[in-house]
């Protein structure tokens, strides 16, 4: 079995800053991808960043320039640093992994239960 954790959401001004953190844990032979998506009350879930196991990233354009994604291989744990933050970036943020569970095994997605983040005065 397979868990990803979130955590560090929370309510914030306009401006401010908050960094995610997404725990993988369980049977784990490998993590591929890594990302966090987003989705707004009412909106579709959209990809906000995602980065690969050797680090390359890509970011939606509405988030360039104000987060940050990054991993630490070693813990399986990724993270979004969230800067400057605004109202429009009000939405629940979930992880998601590509994980193989043993050697030569298939790639699957998993999920995370998602963290709130608000963004309000």
């Known amino acids: 079995q397979v868990q990803l954790v979130e955590s560090g959401g929370g309510l914030v001004q306009p401006g401010g800053s908050l960094r995610l953190s997404c725990a993988a844990s369980?049977?784990?032979?490998?993590?591929?991808?890594m990302a966090w998506y987003r989705q707004a009350p009412g909106k579709q879930r959209e990809l906000v960043a995602l980065?690969?196991?050797?680090?390359?990233?890509n970011y939606a354009d509405s988030v360039k320039g104000r987060f940050t994604i990054s991993r630490d291989n070693a813990k399986n744990t990724m993270y979004l640093q969230m800067n400057s933050l605004k109202p429009e970036d009000t939405a629940v943020y979930y992880c998601?992994?590509?994980?193989?569970?043993?050697?030569?095994?298939?790639?699957?997605?998993?999920w995370g239960q998602g963290t709130q983040v608000t963004v309000s005065s």
């Open positions: 369980g049977s784990i032979f490998a993590i591929n991808v």
């Open positions: 998601n992994a590509d994980i193989a569970r043993s050697v030569g095994g298939d790639l699957h997605a998993y």
């Open positions: 980065i690969t196991r050797g680090g390359l990233t």
